[in-house]
């Protein structure tokens, strides 16, 4: 018996030569070139080459070639139908989304696992959902007025249905839920012309049972990944890191090893954020901590800290104002910004007061501001007098840092309780006479 879908095939052959030129050039210019002008052209062509392509299969009637199918093939006929006349647009589609994106990845570090893991938990599928909605807009056979909007709302519900999933930041069950939810809606729509006019009770029943069986081929799917894939390779990152958004907290201790050596301040963040919602302690040694500590920029020591702020690591205090000094070159390092880093090296200053004031004096203008700042939350009174300096001064910035430290280390705040000028000569008295009965124990 003559394929209903081979006719239709060759019918749109002028579509996918044009589609596979375009995705060769996207290819070879993604190889060489970083503009994004020829990945978008390739996206709207994907758009109208499988729109076209769901409205051509759309025109199959099945009713009119069930009884053929079910004569050449027995009780499997319609099955044979619904995969030849429904499901094959659908593969054709999903294999052109697959190969558009690795394309366009082609130059991304992570390739080709970002894409795999894409595709596999449904973040770079939409086309595929959407071509599923024209087609059932198509099988109402309504006027226009009716399934241009329907095919239209439907599109928009699940774009931000698909959004709502992204942004779940709870992650596990939550997230899960919502996934199997998108997956029993396509299976739902999937089969709705095959099963709706016999049973919709079957309908609702088999895109829920199959919904279900994809969620956990999927995970399946994750979880193979992350077990078989080389301990320092992308793809156990990609699947590792999928897991621990679902819900699954086991890979955090498989993963940490792989962290520590990576070097990625992205990876490292989204990692220490997982472990501190499901509360796992790393077992990281003191050493292997401040190698974290040290590894990247000022962001990655921020966070380092701000996970080690319950943790007495014994850091030296010559390695982390080191540190600091030499990032403090780096424009938009956002050394004056890191609270917790601040904190962490606070805990170093004592004894080491006159080595500070030497580099806070000697050092670049966000050096001198992160050690004013460092020096509030030492709450040593040895820097009071280096503070007045500063509270004096002309530069106004570093005077209400001044303030701000010396109210940290004093417990006074002048400006509060006299309703003074944060450098009025009553605010700086007051400070003085803070320091001078410290010193003379009066």
């Known amino acids: ?21 375009l995705l060769a050039f996207n290819l070879l210019f993604n190889l060489f070139y970083d503009w994004s002008g020829i990945t978008l052209i390739v996206q709207i062509y994907a758009y109208v080459f499988s729109f076209y392509l769901v409205f051509d299969f759309s025109l199959i009637n099945l009713d009119e070639h069930e009884e ?14 619904f995969l030849e006349a429904r499901v094959l647009p659908l593969i054709i589609i999903y294999a052109v989304v ?10 991304s570090p992570h390739w080709p696992w970002s894409v795999v893991m894409g595709m596999l938990d449904g973040r770079n599928t939409n086309l595929l959902v959407y071509s599923l909605f024209l087609l059932f807009a198509l099988k109402l056979k309504r006027d226009p007025f009716i399934t241009i909007p329907l095919f239209l709302g439907l599109s928009v519900a699940y774009f931000y249905l698909d959004l709502l999933v992204r942004s779940i930041s709870s992650g596990g069950g939550l997230i899960q839920a919502t996934m199997i939810f998108k997956l029993v ?17 079957k309908l609702l029943g088999t895109a829920l049972a199959v919904g279900v069986a994809s969620y956990a081929l999927f995970l399946g799917s994750t979880v193979l990944i992350f077990d078989r894939a080389s301990a320092e390779g992308i793809g156990r990152r990609e699947a590792g890191m999928y897991l ?32 501190r919602r499901y509360r796992v302690e790393l077992r990281y040694t003191d050493e292997e901590w401040e190698g974290l ?10 966070m380092i800290a701000a996970h080690l702020r319950q943790r007495q690591l014994p850091v030296e205090y010559a390695k982390i104002v080191d540190f600091a000094e030499r990032r403090s070159f780096v424009i938009g390092s956002h050394l004056e910004n890191a609270p917790h880093f ?41 820097l009071i007098p280096f503070l007045l300096e500063h509270l004096t001064g002309t530069d106004t910035a570093m005077a209400q840092a001044a303030y701000d430290a010396l109210a940290h280390i004093t417990g006074l705040d002048p400006r509060e309780t006299m309703n003074l000028k944060f450098n009025d000569p009553e605010a700086v008295t007051a400070f003085k006479d803070f320091y001078v009965r410290i010193r003379t124990g009066r």
């Open 1 to 21: 018996m003559q394929s209903l879908a081979l006719p239709r095939l060759k019918k749109t052959a002028g579509f996918f030569f044009i589609l596979a030129g």
């Open 68 to 81: 053929k199918y079910r004569s050449a093939y027995g009780r499997a006929g319609e099955n044979y139908l």
């Open 98 to 107: 697959l190969i558009a994106f690795l394309i366009q990845e082609i130059r």
């Open 185 to 201: 809606i396509f299976y739902f729509f999937l089969f709705y012309e095959f099963f709706a006019r016999r049973n919709p009770f």
């Open 244 to 275: 621990l958004r679902l819900g699954f907290k086991y890979p955090i201790n498989e993963l940490k090893d792989q962290v520590m050596r990576s070097g990625d301040p992205e990876y490292l963040k989204e990692f220490l954020s997982y472990a």
């Open 293 to 302: 500590l040290f590894s990247g920029t000022i962001d990655t020591a921020e």
């Open 342 to 382: 601040t904190r962490l090296a606070a805990r170093c200053v004592k004894g080491n007061e006159a080595d500070l004031e030497r580099r806070m004096r000697a050092g670049n203008p966000r050096f001198a501001r992160w050690g004013v700042s460092l020096a509030g939350e030492s709450r040593s009174p040895l």
